[in-house]
Nanobody
Framework: QVQLVEFGGGLVQAGGSLRLSCVAS????????MGWFRQAPGKERDFVAV????????YYADSVKGRFTISRDNAKNTVYLELNSLKPEDTAVYYC????????????????WGQGTQVTVSS
């Protein structure tokens, strides 16, 4: 059974930092690109960042470029998202996802989704 479980969400002040983790099980983690998405209340789920299977290539949404960093550890079946210089508009539920390629993940046509973790940034 495939599972993606996110950790690390919480409440932080503007300008602060958080580190999200997503632990995968039930499939061959290193065969998939991994991504992070977010959904704010009343809005659609948006792409945040993606990393290829090897960890070599990463891509970010313009809104988070330079502030967020995605990484992965294939030995631990884990993908991370480092969130820095947080803004109130970063408040959302953050989801990790797995897909065949970075392009596929970016479009949201993923194979697996996590259940999400809440990030709240206070002003």
């Amino acid at each position: 059974q495939v599972q993606l479980v996110e950790f690390g969400g919480g409440l932080v002040q503007a300008g602060g930092s958080l580190r999200l983790s997503c632990v995968a099980s039930g499939y061959t983690f290193s065969n998939y690109a991994m991504g992070w998405f977010r959904q704010a209340p009343g809005k659609e789920r948006d792409f945040v960042a993606v990393i290829d299977w090897s960890g070599t290539n990463t891509y970010y949404a313009d809104s988070v470029k330079g502030r967020f960093t995605i990484s992965r550890d294939n030995a631990k079946n884990t993908v991370y998202l480092e969130l820095n210089s947080l803004k109130p508009e970063d408040t959302a539920v953050y989801y990790c996802a797995a897909g065949d390629t970075t392009v596929v993940v970016t479009t949201g046509m993923v194979d697996y989704w996590g259940q999400g973790t809440q990030v709240t940034v206070s002003s």
